[in-house]
Every structure is written in structure tokens, then in C-alpha cells.
């Protein structure tokens, strides 16, 4: 424990130095500032010359904070994480920061975040190691508490959290004065960044330049009991177009089938809307509960001349968003709803107010209390908003001074949390344990494993080890390499290997020639990128599997494989006679699994499973641009065969083939207009291929003018999108020539050439 001394405050700080106190590598401790009971706060950190005040770095975990005063610093105030390196022990499978607590703090005039912790990416950033670059990943953070902090006067956001994956809690907190620099990204109350679980509660969130929660985490996340005032309200106020929401949520991590709810929070006076959700990956949303009034875009809505109405400035979802409201209030006026004491920060609900008993009981989120900890639901029904009635009677709360949500005010005994009643809550960081409580004894017991916590005295079955069949730990394939057995050789012939980490591949630097085998090793990743593979007409580089099926992709990136400038290749899932496809494509966030681009020609794919791409499984084309490279005359794509692959669930096309406007399209280059006309195709066979489950068509083909086959596919439950013109089993797109036959299941002509034949 780091305890400040009796009977003196503990100052730390200088302008000429980049931090003020900073722990790295360290675990189990503790920072207070309770060593005098007459300073709220016994220890300061007043500046720093260019990093932030308090900073908690390396591999460190197992720590709590508090009563700590900090002011002053160049950068953030909190910055508690570690960014991934070239060294495995930074990356996520590697290491966990848990059993983190920072409360009772006070963090002001910062020039970027009050609390800035974890990394900003996670899902993943590239860097180069020994020559490769890979993709890594940052470690999570998981049972997390920020509570009881005050937050005021912060450059960038008020608290930042990020990577916290499992069991994260913010409540409590006063953040006001936030995201004063006004860097765009940077300006929220509270910023739930990617990777982000758990809940946010019982915040006071007031007078911001941004957004008062902002939102782009996991799914599983509830926001309730806050009160959001007067966000972005002083944010460029004569233009309407700088928009500032109460609440704003986005896709950035979201999992499928996880949802974000928005329950009996206060939001009063944002500048543009209450609430405004673009999270279209999410599920069955819920919007409960709510006091929204007096948002700033009402007006403007009602008289812009365009779809939106002066009613959407409460809520602003996007169309596809999938969500259920009910039971919220809304109103222009601040006087309707009848608040307490606006004067002074007091958004309780006057007895007579409309929003009392209004509200759907919501005890089922386990919201039993309201911002004030007093009981809910008080008289026939939850009240709408961050408060429960305040009643003549006195102040419903809990009474027990031991319990987690003792409240000194009450008057009335209400539900209390405490260490013995069989739940998780308060600062917990498990069932009854850690936090106030005592500490928790759960992990996993096996000595031998990659995540062995050697306090643990019950095992909570999360061990990772060198037998489950899984990769994980620091293993650099299944159950092998690392701390495990090291791994049999690959044996496939190899010329060059792309381990399983690297992401990003350039074969005029590798000094990859044609003939040559790249064998990509079995495993996960999330992305490959290659760039400048370039065989001869003669000797075709092979990119092959090796050791095992090869899965690329995570539905967090826009490709999976991307080829660009490269020619005379073959990409091949054969490199397992036990595997069909050899190579899988297993997703994307925005674009195409499979991805043949920037004059890539003569090539050859086969025996590839290809699924769940957000647009197309396969999209081959290089769309002209002004600098006329790539237009028609200046490249040809062709020599192309794609065949003996399985294509299904694409949110696009099943194959997406030369570009769509055969006659040109108009553009402006060097502002000027001008039409620009796309690459021909020729000499292309795309043959024996099963196309299942696509959103728009099955396979669209354009631009092939000359020697076009495409025969023995297999196309089925195409269009399920329902999409307009992109509702066909194949289409021959403008610009095709050449022969169509055997086994599809619906062919439609459009704008081909008169000269394309059909058989059978």
C-alpha cells in the first residue's frame, strides 16, 4: 500500500517532466490519500511537461486508487494501459489487467482525457516485427470500477474506457466541463470505446463540448440511472451542423446478437438530439424510461426540409437499427416536467410532476434503485427518469452503513447491497468478494496453464491449456509452440511461410519469384493483405495452406484476403488432403472476404469456403480512376479462373465481377467532369463453384468482353435481401460476351452483349 503521511499533503509534479507518479510491472497495491483525516485528498499530482499525471503501464493489475487530487497535466490525468509491442506478453492473449478500482478521486484542468484507460483499438492495429508486420491485438481489462470521481475542466473526453470485456462498472461520477480543446473524438462525458461491456450508472454528466455518453462498445451494455445536461450545448452554437448528442451510440465492436439499452436517464438540453443511435449490427435495443427535454434540434428539424421531424430530436435511430422504445417523456419545455431545482443541479421530479409513475417496471435489468440509491419503484410504478419520487414521508434508501449503497439520508429502509447477499454489485469483482468485500479466491488452479492464478483457491474452469484444442496463451499454433511442445515442422514444400500472425505481405520485398510456394500457415488471423506477388506467365507463385485450415477473418475488418498489384499467382486450399477448403474466409466488417484489386490479373483461385462477408464473397475488379492507369486501354484484366469454391451467407453478391457501368460513368477529376470507362476482361472461367445464402445476387459478371465461360455452378437461395435490381441468380452485367451453361438455378441478361450464349 502507498499511503500519503499524516499531517502533510504529498505533492508530485513538474512542468519539465513527462509524468507525475507512474507504476509499471506492478500488481497487487494500492495508491490512497488517506493518511491525514484531515485532507480530503493527501496526495496531489500537479503537472507534467508532456505524458499524464498518474500512469499505470506495462503488465501491471490488481490495483486501486483513491483520494488522490490531480491537476495540471499535459496529457491525460488517469492513463492506466498498456499498447501492444513486438514483445507477446503486451498482446491480448497474453495477459488480462484485472481487478482494477479507482474511486474517490478528483481530476481537473487536464489537457486531454480525465481517465484515459485502455487502448483505443481493439480490434487490433498493424505494426512491423522483425521485418513481418502483424496484426496485435490489446490485452482486455476486466472487473473494473470507477466510481465516486470527480471530473472537471479535461481537454479530451472526462473518462475514456476501452478493451473492458468482462464485468465493467461506471457510476457515480460528476464530469462536468469536458472536451474543451474540441478535438473532434475526443469531446465526451464518458467515452464506452470498443471492446466495452458492463454498466453506467448514476452519472452526473454537465455542460460538455461533446456527446455526454458515447457508446461503441461489445453489446450487453446498459446506461440507466444518468443524468446528461446541457451536452454540447456551447459546441459551435450558430451552427447547426456541428452535432452534439445526449447519448450517441455507433458500431465499432458490436458482437451479433448483443443489443445496447437506454433506461431511465435525464437528459436535458442537448444540442441536437437526445438520443441518437447508428448501431445497425446490435439487436433488440431497449429505450426505456427516459426524460428527454428541450433538445436543441427540434426546431431545426421541424424546418429543414428534409425527412426528419421536430419528434426526432428525442430519438434519432437510423433505419435498420433494431430497437424498442416505450414509456419515455419527452417535451420542448424544461418547466412541463416539473424538476426540482434546475438552479441548482436538483433534476428530481416535483410530486405533481407527469413523468411520477410512468415509467415500465425494469426491475428485470436489475435497476432497483435511482440516482440517489433510493428504492425504486416507489407508489404504483417505476417514474420515468434518473430519479424515483421524492416523497413527504422522507428519503427511501438504504440504511445499512456496511452495505455497498448506504445512503446517510435516508429516512426509509430501502434495498441494500451488501457482501452476503448471494449477488454481485457494488464494487464486487465477484459474487460477495473483492472491493469492500473480501477478496475473491476464483481463477483458474492448473499450475500448468497459460492463465494459472496462483491466488485462486477455486477453480472457475477458464484454464487454457496446452490440450484443449484451442489456440491460446502464447502458443503460435494449436496446443503447440510457446510454453507448449514446440510445434512440428511445416512440411508443405514452403518457399516462404506467412505465420499465422502476420496480417501484411509484399513479394517484391520478400523477393518472392514466379514459381515460388508461399505457404500460409494454419490458424487464425484476422486479414491478409498482399501486395506485389508478380510470377510469369509460365511459373504461377502458389499461396497455399500449410499445417491445417487456415481461417482469415473476424467480421472487424474490411477484407479478409486482399491481393493488389499482383499477377501470375494461384491461391489454393489443397494443402490438406483431409480438408476440402483449406483456406476460410470467415467474415468482414464492411467489404468482401476475397479481394482482387489495384491491376491484379492472371490468377487462379480454387478450394476456398468463403462466408459471412458484409458485401461481396468475391469481388474482382479495379475500379478506373482519374490518373487513367487504370481505365479502359490502360489495363486489361485477364487469364482469370475461379472454380471449385463454396461461397454462402453474404450480407452482397456471391461473386462481384468486373465493374458495373460498361458505358462509363461521369466523375470529376482535377474539377473538372469528365466519364471515366472500366478495365475489360478477358479470358475468364468460373466454373464448379457453390454459391448459397447471398444477399443480392449470386454472381454478377461485367466488362468480360471476349472468351467468357461460366459453367457447372451451383447457385441457391439468392436475393435474400430483398435488394432492387441486385435479385438475380447471375447476372451478365453490360460488356459480356461468351458462354453460359449447365445447372443454374435463374439467369437474367443485362445490357450483355447480343453474342453470349446459353446452354442448357
Not at 405533481?352 to 415509467?359: E, N, R, V
Not at 475500379?623 to 489495363?635: E, V, Y
Not at 466523375?667 to 444477399?695: A, V
Not at 447457385?715 to 460488356?735: D, K, M, P
Request: glycine share 12%.
Amino acid at each position: 500500500m502507498f499511503l500519503s503521511t499524516a499531517a502533510v499533503k504529498v505533492e508530485i509534479g513538474n512542468d519539465n517532466f513527462y509524468y507525475g507518479l507512474n507504476f509499471v510491472n506492478c500488481t497487487y497495491f494500492k495508491v490512497t490519500g488517506t493518511g491525514d483525516s484531515n485532507l480530503e485528498y493527501g496526495i496531489e499530482l500537479t503537472g507534467t511537461g508532456s505524458g499524464s499525471a498518474f500512469g499505470i503501464s506495462g503488465t501491471s493489475s490488481d490495483f486501486e486508487i483513491e483520494y488522490v487530487e490531480i491537476s495540471g497535466s499535459d496529457f491525460a490525468g488517469i492513463f492506466c494501459k498498456n499498447d501492444p509491442n513486438c514483445t507477446p506478453s503486451t498482446w491480448r492473449e497474453n495477459f488480462v489487467m484485472k481487478n482494477v478500482s479507482i474511486h474517490n478521486t478528483y481530476i481537473h484542468h487536464t489537457e486531454g482525457e480525465g481517465m484515459y484507460i485502455g487502448y483505443s483499438f481493439y480490434t487490433g492495429r498493424e505494426i512491423t516485427c522483425n521485418g513481418e508486420t502483424i496484426l496485435v491485438y490489446p490485452h482486455n481489462i476486466e472487473n473494473l470500477r470507477i466510481f465516486d470521481n470527480i471530473v472537471d475542466s479535461t481537454g479530451w473526453d472526462g473518462i475514456q474506457v476501452g478493451c473492458g470485456t468482462d464485468d465493467i462498472q461506471i457510476f457515480n461520477n460528476k464530469i462536468t466541463h469536458y472536451g474543451l480543446a474540441k478535438v473532434g473524438g475526443q469531446t465526451s462525458g464518458i467515452q464506452i470505446g470498443g471492446g466495452t461491456t458492463g454498466l453506467c450508472y448514476n452519472n452526473f454528466i454537465k455542460d460538455g463540448m461533446g456527446n455526454g455518453i458515447a457508446i461503441f462498445g461489445l453489446g450487453g451494455n446498459i446506461l440507466y440511472n444518468n443524468v446528461i445536461v446541457n451536452a454540447g450545448r456551447n459546441y459551435y452554437p450558430n451552427d447547426p451542423n456541428q452535432r452534439v448528442y445526449g447519448i450517441f451510440c455507433n458500431d465499432v465492436s458490436t458482437l451479433e446478437g448483443k443489443g445496447f439499452d437506454f433506461i431511465n436517464n435525464t437528459i436535458v438540453s442537448p444540442k441536437t438530439d437526445g438520443i441518437r443511435t447508428y448501431s445497425t449490427r446490435s439487436t433488440n435495443n431497449k429505450i426505456y424510461n427516459n426524460i428527454i427535454v428541450n433538445p436543441g434540434a427540434y426546431k431545426i428539424y421541424e424546418n429543414d426540409n428534409t425527412s426528419a421531424v421536430g419528434s426526432d430530436a428525442y430519438i434519432y435511430a437510423w433505419d435498420e437499427v433494431d430497437f424498442v422504445m416505450s414509456n419515455n417523456y419527452f417535451d420542448t419545455s424544461l418547466t412541463n416536467v416539473q424538476f426540482a431545482d434546475i438552479a441548482n443541479d436538483d433534476y428530481a421530479l416535483l410530486p405533481t410532476s407527469p413523468a411520477i409513475d410512468g415509467g415500465l417496471n425494469v426491475d428485470i435489468f436489475g435497476i432497483l434503485t435511482d440516482f440517489r440509491d433510493s428504492a425504486r419503484a416507489y407508489g404504483t410504478a417505476y417514474d420515468i427518469g434518473a430519479y424515483e419520487t421524492a416523497t413527504t414521508l422522507g428519503v427511501t434508501g438504504c440504511t445499512d452503513a456496511t452495505a455497498h449503497n448506504y445512503n446517510a439520508k435516508a429516512t426509509i429502509s430501502g434495498t441494500c447491497l451488501t457482501c452476503f447477499d448471494g449477488l454481485k454489485n457494488g464494487d464486487e469483482m465477484g459474487i460477495d468478494c473483492g472491493g469492500k468485500c473480501s477478496p475473491c479466491a476464483n481463477g483458474c488452479t492448473d499450475s500448468n496453464a497459460h492463465n494459472y492464478n496462483a491466488t485462486a483457491t477455486t477453480d472457475d474452469g477458464t484454464c487454457e491449456t496446452c490440450s484443449d484444442g484451442i489456440q491460446n496463451g502464447d502458443e503460435t499454433r494449436i496446443d503447440c509452440g510457446g510454453s507448449c511442445a514446440p510445434c512440428a515442422a511445416l512440411n508443405c514444400g514452403c518457399d516462404f511461410v506467412l505465420g499465422n500472425k502476420v496480417v501484411r505481405a509484399n513479394g517484391a520485398t520478400m523477393g518472392v519469384q514466379g514459381g515460388d510456394r508461399v505457404c500460409i500457415e494454419a490458424g487464425k488471423r484476422p486479414y491478409l493483405r498482399l501486395e506485389n506477388f508478380v510470377g510469369d506467365s509460365l511459373n504461377y507463385i502458389t499461396f497455399i495452406n500449410c499445417g491445417g485450415q487456415a481461417v482469415i477473418g473476424n467480421n472487424f475488418y474490411k477484407f479478409d484476403i486482399q491481393f493488389e498489384n499482383s499477377k501470375y499467382f494461384k491461391l489454393t486450399g489443397t494443402g490438406d488432403a483431409n480438408i476440402n477448403y483449406g483456406i476460410k474466409l470467415d467474415g468482414t466488417l464492411t467489404d468482401s472476404d476475397l479481394v482482387l484489386t489495384n491491376k491484379s490479373t492472371d490468377f487462379e483461385i480454387e478450394k476456398i469456403e468463403i462466408a459471412n462477408a458484409d458485401f461481396a464473397g468475391i469481388m474482382c475488379k479495379t475500379d478506373p480512376q482519374c490518373d487513367l492507369s487504370t481505365n479502359r486501354g490502360n489495363f486489361l484484366m485477364q487469364n482469370v479462373k475461379i472454380h471449385d469454391n463454396y461461397i454462402h451467407h453474404t450480407g452482397g453478391e456471391g461473386l462481384y465481377i468486373g465493374h458495373s457501368f460498361y458505358t462509363g460513368f461521369r466523375t470529376t477529376c482535377n474539377g473538372q467532369t469528365d466519364t471515366l470507362y472500366p478495365h475489360d476482361i478477358k479470358n475468364i472461367e468460373i466454373y464448379n463453384n457453390i454459391i448459397d445464402h447471398t444477399g443480392w445476387d449470386g454472381m454478377q459478371v461485367g466488362c468480360a468482353v471476349e472468351n467468357c465461360k461460366i459453367y457447372n455452378n451451383r447457385i441457391t437461395n439468392f436475393a435474400t435481401a430483398n435488394e432492387i435490381y441486385q435479385n438475380v441468380g447471375l447476372v451478365i452485367g453490360g460488356g459480356t460476351s461468351g458462354d453460359c451453361y449447365n445447372k443454374f438455378y435463374s439467369i437474367r441478361q443485362r445490357f450483355g452483349h447480343q453474342s453470349f450464349r446459353y446452354r442448357q
